[in-house]
């Protein structure tokens, strides 16, 4: 049953979300994307978070106070790869930090209409490189969010062609797998997606394309291979413009004999697993359960 915080979650959503002129919001982020991310000194001591000075880009750090060599989690944060990181990015990476006994790095990659997708590829391979460096390649973990989670997927096929090592797990959560949101289905999610505005999303899929087809792996990594890959999960939930290609995506990766942890919440919003609900506490035992379970996919995750 669906709890009474992600209702009101749900509704704050609708309530605070704006008609936006897209060009002009565009052009907006376009301006303060000239400018460096500034974490907030609140945040930064709320959280004991640390910057790295290892990185051409900017890299923030949050260390387990147990272990925290156990696990080394690169994580991209979403926003529609026009946005910083968010309030809410922070709170999660915190409590993921201490329930893994993990360090969790999040670089803050170059932002469209600014840059494009290989700017924001390239920026994040030297951090991964360093975690290369400090352990093995299964306790690595990439994970993202919404756009985070289509750069994460398409992080690990760049790695593929690469030829470098494949982190142990994939954690996809809302993944923007498909910046054409060509996908029929997806005009019927519009009545429930209380969060996300669906031309502002092809707009900057676009910008962050730059010239090059949309289609391009790379850019939308449902159009590339993953049978190389790591473990993959992904978590969606059903009130958003993402569902349909998920759903397609594991027909996919069905289809191709590629085991996939496939997560689905009724009535979750858009990367919900990020917000202060209980649908939330649950979605983040379950990561936790994905990356230190030794089976692959794991037999139940309904609990």
């Known amino acids: 049953m669906r709890s009474i915080q992600s209702l009101f979650v749900e509704w704050l959503l609708v309530l605070t979300k704006k008609k936006l002129n897209v060009e002009g919001y565009l052009e907006e982020r376009r301006m303060a994307n000239q400018l460096p991310y500034v974490l907030p000194e609140k945040l930064k001591k709320k959280y004991r978070i640390t910057k790295s000075s290892m990185f051409s880009v900017d890299t923030y750090m949050l260390k387990s106070d147990v272990q925290p060599d156990d696990h080394q989690v690169l994580f991209l944060h979403g926003g529609g790869y026009i946005e910083q990181p968010l309030v809410w990015h922070w709170r999660f990476l915190d409590r993921l930090t201490k329930q893994l006994n993990s360090t969790v790095y999040v670089p803050v990659y170059p932002k469209a209409p600014n840059h494009q997708y290989m700017d924001a590829i390239e920026s994040v391979l030297p951090v991964y490189q360093a975690l290369l460096e400090k352990g ?44 054409t949101l060509s996908n029929p289905d997806i005009a019927k999610m519009v009545p429930k997606e209380p969060m996300l505005n669906l031309d502002l999303l092809i707009e900057s899929g676009k910008a962050y394309a730059g010239d090059t087809d949309e289609t391009h792996h790379l850019i939308s990594p449902i159009y590339g291979e993953i049978k190389s890959l790591g473990r993959i999960s992904v978590f969606i939930g059903t009130h958003e413009f993402f569902l349909p290609d998920a759903r397609k995506f594991k027909e996919m990766a069905d289809k191709q004999g590629v085991p996939i942890n496939y997560i689905e919440y009724p009535k979750m919003n858009h990367v919900f697993p990020v917000f202060p609900i209980p649908e939330a506490n649950q979605a983040l035992k379950q990561i936790v359960a994905i990356i230190e379970s030794k089976t692959f996919p794991l037999r139940d995750m309904t609990k």
Do not use: C, R
């Open 136 to 179: 093995t390649p299964e306790k690595i973990v990439i994970m993202g969010d919404s756009a985070g989670g289509g750069l994460s997927l398409a992080f690990a096929q760049y790695l593929a062609k690469k030829g470098l090592p494949q982190p142990g797990n994939l954690i996809l959560l809302s993944p923007w797998l498909d910046v």
